[in-house]
């Protein structure tokens, strides 16, 4: 009996096949619109994209994260509605985004948390709206959809980073205003984790170089189950020369592979400019007969690409969530495991 999970993707794979390429990236030729700098003061609207939140405490907190960054948070008509697992109807989540982002006292929309339920509002969303009243959008997880399609529709820098249930820990804090208040042009690369602070080598969010060198591009990523499903949409932004990220937790390797196998056979790779694997925190071996390891699979797939690649970077479900730019250049260094912006991803 096939899943809901296997389903989708094969869906998916299958749509890729029909669909016409014009569809892909169709705000490439637009001109890239970057969102207004956040500055102490501007309005934070909080929703509920995806999963719905059934502790209200849990919105409180988020409600006070916003409050000790400067911010003003400004709650969505429907922040806490919900409708099974997801927070309400497709229409009313999309209307919420819609609102702030006809609300000039609104800079940021931040999510309180992913789940599962973004790609089905992409249609239900006002692009020319979003278009002309660009904002920061943050999130990550599930919400990877909904930043890949901002992207794709409107050519909106939008920044894969902390949704408002993350730790908001120092690291995570410091990287989120340097990008978001400071506009500056960061560069992204693995700290020491605390448990390696007294230890002669690093052990945890080790650097593994695939093919060497560095590369320019625009920067796509995101949750690879996510973005996987919406291959073959206009909702996924164009490749062409592109630095991709990817990220995942709670899969078996096979369901890794596939995925991966998904976004090669869809000719995706092959535009690619450079790539990097993030965290795969809880993928495990198929406990059945043998099995490819994570490292296997990624190297199968990558390093006959011939592209500057690695693997092991600090982006994924971590206790400090960094905030990347998507839409953005970046150079990368496939032997330092750094990623450097190469402008200010706010105005």
């Known amino acids: 009996m096939i899943n809901r999970r296997d389903f989708l993707i094969g869906l998916a794979a299958s749509s890729s096949v029909f669909a016409s390429p014009l569809k892909l990236g169709i ?10 700098r956040l500055q102490a003061g501007s309005g934070v609207g909080i929703v509920s994209p995806a999963g719905a939140t059934f502790v209200r405490e849990q919105l ?11 911010l003003v948070p400004k709650l969505a008509p429907h922040v806490l509605e919900r409708y099974g697992y997801l927070a ?8 919420d985004i819609n609102q702030f982002f006809a609300d000039p006292s609104v800079a940021a929309i931040l999510p309180i948390r ?3 339920g973004c790609s089905r509002m992409l ?12 904002k920061i959008v943050v999130g990550f997880s599930d919400i990877t959809s909904l930043i890949l399609g901002l992207n794709a529709k409107t050519n909106l820098v939008t920044f894969h980073g902390p949704n408002g249930l993350s730790s908001w820990r120092t690291t995570q804090t410091e990287s989120f205003r340097r990008v978001l208040f400071n506009a500056e042009t960061v560069t992204f690369k693995n700290e020491k984790d ?36 919406i291959v073959g949409s206009p909702y996924l932004p164009n490749f062409n020369g592109a630095i991709l990220f990817l990220e995942d937790l709670n899969e078996n390797v096979y369901r890794i592979d596939r995925m991966m196998t998904q976004l090669k056979i869809a000719g995706l790779f092959d535009k690619l400019a450079g790539f990097i694997f993030g ?8 406990a059945d007969y043998g099995s490819l390891t994570f490292e296997e699979v990624l190297w199968d797939h990558i390093k006959p690409l011939g592209i500057p690649a690695w693997s092991g970077a600090a982006i994924g479900h971590l206790e400090n969530v960094l905030t990347l730019p998507l839409g953005l250049d970046v150079e990368i260094d496939a032997d330092a495991g750094t990623i ?3 402008e200010p991803a706010v105005r």
């Open 27 to 36: 705000a490439a030729s637009q001109p890239l619109l970057k969102p207004k």
């Open 60 to 70: 409180n907190i988020v409600v006070d994260a916003v409050k000790a960054l400067g």
């Open 88 to 95: 309400g109807k497709d229409k009313d989540r999309a209307s």
């Open 114 to 116: 992913g789940g599962w």
């Open 123 to 134: 249609p239900y969303l006002d692009y020319d709206r979003i278009r002309k009243n660009p």
């Open 194 to 229: 605390s448990g390696d602070s007294d230890r002669l080598m690093q052990v945890k969010y080790r650097v593994q170089t695939i093919s060497s060198g560095k590369a320019k591009g625009k920067l796509i990523g995101g949750n690879l189950s996510v973005l996987s499903a």
């Open 279 to 286: 965290q795969c925190s809880d993928c495990l071996p198929d």
């Open 340 to 342: 450097r912006m190469l």
